[in-house]
C-alpha cells in the first residue's frame, strides 16, 4: 500500500511539472521585431586647441645633440610663457635619441650621427584668430623647429554630443516609420535603445605654414568641430 501511494504521488508530481511547462510555453509568443539605425550630427565653434611641437637637433655626439636640443627646448619653453601660455598647459609628449646615418650617392654613410627629438603639447583657449599663429611663431623663433599638429576642438563637448544623439533618435525613427509603412505593418513599443557613443571630430590643420616675416603671426585660422552619434532602436511589430 504504501509503495502504491509513492508511486502515486509520483506520478502527480510528473503531471504538475508538465502542465506547468505547457503553461510556460503558451504564454512565451514569439515577438517580430524591426531593428533600425540612426546616425546624429552637430557642430560648434572650437574653443580650444592642441598644439604638438617640438625640437629636432643632430649631432655626432649623443651628448651634444642632447644639450643643444634642451637649449634650444628650454628658450621655446619660454617664449610660449611670454605668449600667454600658462606652464601647467605645456607637457613633455615625447623625447628620443636615435643613430642615423645618410644616403649619399646610393651608399649608406658609415658616419653615424645621432638625432635627438624632443615634443611638447600645449591646449590653449581660443580667444582670438591670431593667438594661435602668435604662439607657434613665438616658439619657432626661440628655437622650435618642428610642428606636427594644430588640432582644435571642445573644452566642453556635452551639449554638442546630447544634440547629435537627438538627430540620431530622430533619423532612426523616422527610418522605422518609412520601413513599417512599406511593408504595411504597424510598429508597438520600444523594445531596446542602445548608443555607440557620441564624439567630437577634432579638426586638425594637417600642415602648418609658418610666416617669413616673424612681424606677421602664422595664419591659423580655427573653424567649427563636428559630433557624430549613431543609435540603434528596436520596435516590436505588431501583428
Known amino acids: 500500500m504504501r509503495i502504491f501511494e509513492a508511486l502515486l504521488l509520483a506520478m502527480v508530481a510528473i503531471l504538475a511539472s508538465s502542465s506547468s511547462c505547457l503553461g510556460a510555453d503558451d504564454e512565451t509568443e514569439e515577438v517580430s521585431t524591426l531593428t533600425v539605425s540612426g546616425t546624429g ?5 572650437a574653443d580650444m586647441v592642441t598644439i604638438v611641437l617640438g625640437v629636432q637637433t643632430r649631432n655626432e655626439s649623443a651628448a651634444v645633440a642632447v644639450a643643444d636640443n634642451a637649449l634650444m627646448m628650454a628658450s621655446s619653453i619660454e617664449a610660449l610663457k611670454e605668449t600667454g601660455v600658462p606652464e601647467e598647459e605645456i607637457k613633455t609628449s615625447r623625447f628620443s635619441i636615435r643613430p642615423t646615418r645618410d644616403w649619399i650617392d646610393g651608399e649608406l654613410s658609415e658616419e653615424v650621427f645621432f638625432e635627438v627629438n624632443n615634443q611638447v603639447t600645449l591646449t590653449l583657449d581660443l580667444t582670438d584668430e591670431g593667438d594661435v599663429g602668435e604662439v607657434l611663431d613665438g616658439a619657432v623663433g626661440a628655437g622650435a623647429n618642428t610642428a606636427e599638429s594644430v588640432t582644435f576642438g571642445l573644452r566642453d563637448p556635452t551639449s554638442v554630443q546630447e544634440e547629435a544623439l537627438e538627430d540620431a533618435v530622430d533619423d532612426a525613427m523616422g527610418k522605422a516609420l518609412v ?19 557620441a564624439s567630437p571630430i577634432p579638426m586638425a590643420e594637417s600642415r602648418v605654414y609658418f610666416a617669413a616675416d616673424m612681424a606677421s603671426a602664422t595664419p591659423i585660422v580655427p573653424g ?12 516590436e511589430i505588431l501583428n
Not at 41 to 45: D, M, N
Not at 187 to 196: P, Q
Request: charged share 20%; glycine share 8%; no cysteine.
Open 179 to 197: 520601413i513599417s509603412e512599406a511593408a504595411g505593418v504597424n510598429l508597438g513599443r520600444i523594445l531596446s535603445i542602445s548608443e555607440s557613443g
Open 224 to 235: 567649427d568641430v563636428e559630433v557624430t552619434a549613431t543609435v540603434t532602436v528596436t520596435y
Open 41 to 45: 550630427e552637430a557642430t560648434a565653434e
